[in-house]
T-cell receptor
Framework: SQELEQSPQSLIVQEGKNLTINCTSS?????LYWYKQKYGEGLIFLMMLQKGGEEKSHEKITAKLDEKKQQSSLHITASQPSHAGIYLCGADNREMNAGNMLTFGGGTRLMVKP | DSGVTQTPKHLITATGQRVTLRCSPRSGDLSVYWYQQSLDQGLQFLIQYYNGEERAKGNILERFSAQQFPDLHSELNLSSLELGDSALYFCASSVGGGRRFYNEQFFGPGTRLTVL
């Protein structure tokens, strides 16, 4: 079965600093989704990446899917306290014959110190 | 607000009991997904329904069952509850549900289940 490993597991940065979160898959990624979760709350969809080499940006967050399609990175520029939360990567699980189940990584807990 | 609603928000019950969690998908979405999030297992897929039919099944216990109704809302039934079933249960929805599509899944706020 496909496994996703996120690194680091937790991160504390000073406001204004840049940071990167990585998501590595044990198998080829066909669809990679990034979500943000506030503690105990629902997941907020950030971005979806499909093609190797694809890069998407939204406000100060940029996500990339590498050419070999087994790793994705999420980069936050000039972090703000509002960026704090748990970032989860999810992968479209192609092992299923049907359906669109997502397999998720363990999450990266981000704290931004003012 | 994702447009996906879940009720109740919190549920406290005892071991051996049965509960029903309810989910209404975003307007126009045909697929509903159920996920369980716990501290030790992380976020795990349970089951997907597409337009009333079961489409995919994940790590769902036999004590758990789900269905999607003609109006597309879904219910997740958990029975013979155990302490280990305490978790956040999320519902998500998407427009499509087949293998041809990449479907962004939009998550509801979750139901926090506590089994005492």
């Amino acid at each position: 079965s496909q496994e996703l490993e996120q690194s680091p597991q937790s991160l504390i940065v000073q406001e204004g600093k840049n940071l990167t979160i990585n998501c590595t898959s044990s198998k080829t990624l066909y669809g990679l989704y990034w979500y943000k979760q506030k503690y105990g709350e629902g997941l907020i969809f950030l971005m979806m990446l499909q093609k190797g080499g694809e890069e998407k940006s939204h406000e100060k967050i940029t996500a990339k899917l590498d050419e070999k399609k087994q790793q994705s990175s999420l980069h936050i520029t000039a972090s703000q306290p509002s960026h704090a939360g748990i970032y989860l990567c999810g992968a479209d699980n192609r092992e299923m014959n049907a359906g669109n189940m997502l397999t998720f990584g363990g999450g990266t807990r981000l704290m931004v110190k003012p | 607000d994702s447009g996906v609603t879940q009720t109740p928000k919190h549920l406290i019950t005892a071991t051996g009991q049965r509960v029903t969690l309810r989910c209404s998908p975003r307007s126009g979405d045909l697929s509903v997904y159920w996920y369980q999030q716990s501290l030790d297992q992380g976020l795990q897929f349970l089951i997907q329904y597409y337009n009333g039919e079961e489409r995919a099944k994940g790590n769902i216990l036999e004590r758990f069952s789900a269905q999607q109704f003609p109006d597309l809302h879904s219910e997740l039934n958990l029975s013979s509850l155990e302490l280990g079933d305490s978790a956040l249960y999320f519902c998500a929805s998407s427009v499509g549900g087949g293998r041809r599509f990449y479907n962004e899944q939009f998550f509801g706020p979750g139901t926090r289940l506590t089994v005492l």
